[in-house]
């Protein structure tokens, strides 16, 4: 088992950054794909960016190319997400996610274990 705790979200104003941090314990987490994913009200849950466990492939969706970039520490079994030039429409429930194959994938269905996400608004 892995546990998958979010921490980092809150409101911002647009333009602005966050950075999310999503600690994991249970499980040794170099061994573990990690994906960020979202979902805004009344919106179906959307994929934003995963990392492969050595951290050294990444994979964005287009809507947050350019302004969000996803890392990991082995070291401190976490990884995180940054956020830069925040829009209105980044506003949802963030969630992290573990699959236990090293390969990136942006299909939710394909993750293993999920954090309880953290809320990000985006204020105009």
């Known amino acids: 088992q892995?546990?998958?705790?979010?921490?980092?979200?809150?409101l911002v104003q647009?333009?602005?950054s966050l950075r999310l941090s999503c600690s994991a314990s249970g499980r040794t987490?170099?061994?573990?794909?990690?994906?960020?994913?979202?979902?805004?009200?009344?919106k179906e849950r959307e994929f934003v960016a995963a990392i492969t466990w050595s951290g050294i492939?990444?994979?964005?969706a287009d809507s947050?190319?350019?302004?969000?970039?996803?890392?990991?520490?082995?070291?401190?079994?976490?990884?995180?997400?940054?956020?830069?030039?925040l829009k209105p429409e980044d506003t949802a429930v963030y969630y992290c996610a573990a699959r236990s194959i090293e390969t990136i994938s942006s299909?939710?269905?394909?993750?293993?274990?999920?954090?309880q996400g953290t809320q990000v608004t985006v204020s105009s």
């Open 2 to 10: 892995v546990q998958l705790v979010e921490a980092g979200g809150g």
């Open 107 to 115: 299909r939710g269905e394909e993750y293993d274990y999920w954090g």
């Open 29 to 42: 987490f170099g061994s573990l794909a990690m994906g960020w994913f979202r979902q805004a009200p009344g």
């Open 14 to 16: 647009a333009g602005g």
């Open 57 to 60: 492939s990444t994979y964005n």
């Open 64 to 85: 947050v190319k350019g302004r969000f970039t996803i890392s990991r520490d082995n070291a401190k079994n976490t990884v995180y997400l940054q956020m830069n030039s």
